[in-house]
């Protein structure tokens, strides 16, 4: 069985400062990875996934995250972050690639500081 | 445009009483999906269906209902046996299990 740990609920940054936002792992077999966004009383959108290609991949609206097998984590990052970025963040792991088996982090959400 | 439509967007009941969530996608997927969110929490699987007339149950299934007669609804059932329904109802659907989610807009749901 998998699991997701988002560490962090709530995340403040100041407008062009770095967005970093954790996620770790747990897998008994090669994880896929995925970060979604929800903006507020909307569904969830992607924002990028892993299915063990490239470590590091980029995903819309300027985010990236880095696959760390080492560390089991999956954090999403921007470089600057936007008045738009406020939003809450999903992480969320499979141990196969069927949605039925997608397992969610409990979210982080991110405050972006004028 | 395509897409995923969760009507009502609020919706009250008294406790006891049955209420449907619609689910409509005009995307032309085969597989969709309930959801429950709840705050600080993640989302979890309710009901889904990889094909019409068929449905499984997901992880929290107990006192919720679903139908899939046509590819394109997939409507869900909040019946009195559900003990705390009050929550945020999500409805994804995907080309395949296997490809990412699609979600709706949602729909919050109030039991008094």
């Known amino acids: 069985a998998q699991s997701v740990t988002q560490l962090g609920s709530h995340v403040s940054v100041s407008e062009g400062a770095l967005v970093l936002l954790r996620c770790n792992y747990s897998s008994s077999v090669p994880p896929y990875l995925f970060w979604y966004v929800q903006y507020p009383n909307q569904g969830l959108q992607l924002l990028l996934k892993?299915?063990?290609?490239?470590?590091l991949v980029k995903g819309i609206n300027g985010f990236e995250a880095e696959f760390k097998k080492s560390e089991t984590s999956f954090h999403l990052t921007k470089p600057s972050a936007h008045m738009s970025d406020a939003a809450e963040y999903f992480c969320?792991?499979?141990?196969?690639?069927?949605?039925?088996?997608?397992?969610f982090g409990t979210g982080t959400r991110l405050t972006i500081i004028p | 445009d395509g897409g995923i439509t969760q009507s009502p967007k609020y919706l009250f009941r008294k406790e006891g009483q049955n209420v449907t969530l619609s689910c409509e996608q005009n995307?032309?997927?085969?597989?969709m999906y309930w959801y429950r969110q709840d705050p600080g929490q993640g989302l979890r699987l309710i009901y889904y269906s990889q094909i019409v007339n068929d449905f499984q149950k997901g992880d929290i299934a107990e006192g919720y209902s679903v139908s899939r007669e046509k590819k394109e609804s997939f409507p869900l059932t909040v019946t009195s046996a559900q003990k705390n329904p009050t929550a945020f109802y999500l409805c994804?659907?995907?080309?395949?299990?296997?490809?990412?989610?699609?979600f709706g807009n949602g729909t919050r749901l109030t039991v008094t």
């Open positions: 969320a792991v499979s141990d196969n690639f069927g949605n039925e088996k997608l397992t």
């Open positions: 994804a659907s995907s080309p395949t299990e296997n490809s990412p989610l699609h």
């Open positions: 995307l032309n997927h085969d597989a």
């Open positions: 892993y299915t063990s290609a490239a470590t």
